[in-house]
């Protein structure tokens, strides 16, 4: 059971390079989630996506963009990296049933540094 | 603008010393609260959903708990392979809010033998 997978798990960039970072689940879930995880912050959600074809930002979007071409991928993008953002990027996805939003289901992470 | 606080940053516990964890919210209106379980270098595991006031879950040395304020993870004689860094979250109600998660900074538990 794959679930929800993340690549790469580790990248070094320099300041103004870019990258993507992909998610994939294999869930067949409607919704996905970008967050970062910063020591003493908690996660915080960078953007999301309630279905293909559809994103919208969370409480941390700038520096980031994020496609979702198929259902099955999320890809967040880093178009000019900044030390700022050196964190554990981490993807989820979730279902829903009925009214009620299921348990979001977490990837192992991307330890991003940014030099 | 909805808020979580975990408490107490930090826990050591011997093995068998049963203790709680303190999850306190504010959200306009709560349509779930969540705790998961984070190992090191690793994502975190979903552990239950708590819906109401008054709800309780169960799974094997934890138990979560509802008020209309808080949450409390209960942990029964843990062993050392409890030790991980347990955190909570809510969903709220609302229009563009009901997908998302607010997550506290989290309990990191050590359970020594």
């Known amino acids: 059971n794959a679930g929800v997978t993340q690549t790469p798990k580790f990248r070094v960039l320099k300041t103004g390079q870019s990258m993507t970072l992909l998610c994939a689940q294999d869930?067949?879930?409607?919704?996905m989630y970008w967050y970062r995880q910063d020591p003493g912050m908690g996660l915080r959600l960078i953007h999301y996506?309630?279905?293909?074809?559809?994103?919208a930002k969370g409480e941390v979007p700038d520096g980031y963009n994020v496609s979702r071409l198929k259902k099955q991928n999320f890809l967040l993008g880093l178009e000019s990296a900044a030390p700022s953002q050196t964190s554990v990027y981490f993807c989820?996805?979730?279902?829903?049933?009925?009214?009620?939003?299921?348990?979001?289901?977490f990837g192992d992470g991307t330890r991003l540094s940014i030099l | 603008e909805d808020q979580v606080t975990q408490s107490p940053e930090a826990l050591r516990l011997q093995e068998g010393e049963s203790s709680s964890l303190n999850c306190s919210y504010t959200?306009?209106?709560?349509?779930?609260l969540f705790w998961y379980r984070q190992d090191p270098g690793k994502g975190p595991e979903f552990l239950f959903t708590?819906?109401?006031a008054g709800e309780e879950k169960e799974k094997e040395r934890l138990k979560a708990t509802l008020t209309k304020k808080e949450s409390f993870l209960h942990i029964t004689a843990p062993k050392p392979e409890d030790s991980a860094t347990y955190l909570c979250?809510?969903?709220?109600?609302?229009?563009?809010?009901?997908?998302?998660?607010?997550f506290g900074k989290g309990t990191l538990l050590t359970v020594n033998p």
């Open positions: 989820a996805s979730s279902t829903r049933r009925g009214h009620s939003n299921q348990p979001q289901h």
């Open positions: 996506s309630v279905g293909e074809g559809t994103t």
């Open positions: 959200v306009s209106g709560l349509r779930g």
């Open positions: 708590l819906y109401s």
């Open positions: 979250a809510v969903q709220a109600i609302g229009r563009g809010s009901n997908y998302k998660l607010t």
């Open positions: 869930m067949n879930h409607e919704y």
